[in-house]
């Protein structure tokens, strides 16, 4: 399957500060899908990201595709622990599914 | 609610022992995907079944298999179990493709003694 690299693998902020994480592939991605997963819970979809250099935005998250479609990030202004949680980047375009290996976001109140 | 229902909740075992584990997805989903999350660690891809055949198949050990059966749930058998096997398995499924939205289960705890 495609392989990314999601960075930071844990994110420590103070409760209204921003966060970022960011997802890497060496090749180009037809799509890509953010999913996140709350301690103790299961994954749960976000949102897909199809074409080149698109920005979505659902509340204080922004999801952005690169203009290349080999990199993909997730920010979100002023966290609140609301946001803990993981949240995993899987890129499309592989019969294999695979996800990143995730970046825990820790919101310090 | 995602819609995927997975059973047991938790399950524990002693090393050697053989569990099942079950998988019912999504009204009118056809595929279905197990993966394996271990403290820490990603999801990793086990298999995955469309419409009753496996379609693909990831790092799945030979202890470990699956079906599907022709009302789409899904079980995912573990053999002689290992300590290492500890882990949150869970069940996902989509409409079609592997490409597709996945609509992840509650996932099933499973500790190996």
């Known amino acids: 399957g495609q392989q990314v690299m999601q960075i930071p693998q844990y994110q420590h902020v103070q409760e209204g500060e921003d966060f970022t994480t960011y997802c890497n592939s060496s090749?180009?991605?037809?799509?890509i899908q953010w999913y996140k997963q709350r301690p103790g819970g299961h994954p749960v979809f976000l949102i897909q990201l199809v074409k080149s250099g698109e920005v979505k935005k659902q509340k204080r998250l922004t999801f952005q595709f690169g203009e290349a479609k080999k990199n993909s990030s997730l920010h979100i202004t002023a966290t609140q622990t609301t946001d803990v949680g993981t949240y995993f980047c899987r890129p499309g375009g592989s019969y294999i599914p695979t996800f990143g290996r995730g970046t825990s976001l820790i919101v310090h109140p | 609610d995602s819609g995927v229902t997975q059973t047991p909740k938790h399950l524990i075992t002693a090393t050697g022992q053989r569990v099942t584990l079950r998988c019912s997805p999504r009204s009118g989903d056809l595929s279905v995907y197990w993966y394996q999350q271990s403290l820490d660690q990603g999801l990793q891809f086990l298999i995955q079944?469309?419409?009753?055949?496996?379609?693909a198949k990831g790092n799945i050990l030979e202890r470990f298999s699956a079906q599907q059966f022709p009302d789409l749930h899904s079980e995912l058998n573990l053999s002689s179990l290992e300590l290492g096997d500890s882990a949150l398995y869970f069940c996902a499924s989509s409409s079609e493709g592997s490409t597709d939205t996945q609509y992840f289960g509650p996932g099933t705890r499973l500790t190996v003694l």
């Open positions: 090749t180009t991605l037809s799509n």
């Open positions: 079944y469309y419409n009753g055949e496996e379609r």
